[in-house]
């Protein structure tokens, strides 16, 4: 974003900075009184977002392509610890292949951007599900319990 203007005024990096902060306190506070409807909203951001990059990506598409990737995409995207990158999805599972998305151009990295928000929505759902939630940690345990990793879990 800061190859094409994003960060030419100082109100928007203001912006940028301080508008997470918001997010973070205003969903704790949903939290607290109903975690069902934390997620929900969680999955509709989520959900923003991903349309919001798609048009991004569609109106941007030729010059996005031109342009390499900032550095710091390409450090992330092609290392080989993409710290939790596959762990904290709906979609990781020990028969699924890791994700190792492409990283040669800025498109790359504003459809792997898209795509990993993709991948929150799925993951906001999911949190709305207790009994999924219970099933999850009761298989963790079992799978634990097995390999004598712990008991305390």
């Not at 190859?3 to 918001?22: E, I, S, T, Y």
């Not at 704790?28 to 798609?54: C, R």
């Amino acid at each position: 974003m800061e190859a094409l203007g994003g960060d030419q005024m100082w109100f928007d990096r203001f912006m940028a900075n301080h508008a997470a902060l918001v997010y973070y306190w205003v969903l704790i506070g949903m939290y607290m009184f109903s975690p069902k409807n934390a997620y929900a909203f969680s999955e509709l951001v989520e959900w923003h977002a991903t349309d919001t990059y798609e048009q991004f990506v569609e109106s941007n598409k030729e010059l996005l392509a031109s342009l390499p990737p900032p550095m710091v995409a390409a450090a992330y995207y092609r290392n080989q610890d993409l710290y939790i990158f596959d762990e904290l999805q709906t979609c990781s599972g020990p028969d699924v292949p890791l994700r190792r998305p492409p990283c040669d151009t800025l498109l790359d990295v504003f459809n792997n951007i898209r795509d990993d928000e993709v991948e929150h929505v799925k993951t906001m759902h999911a949190c709305q599900d207790s009994h999924r939630i219970a099933q999850d940690l009761a298989d963790k345990r079992k799978k634990f319990a097995a390999e004598g990793l712990s008991k305390n879990m």
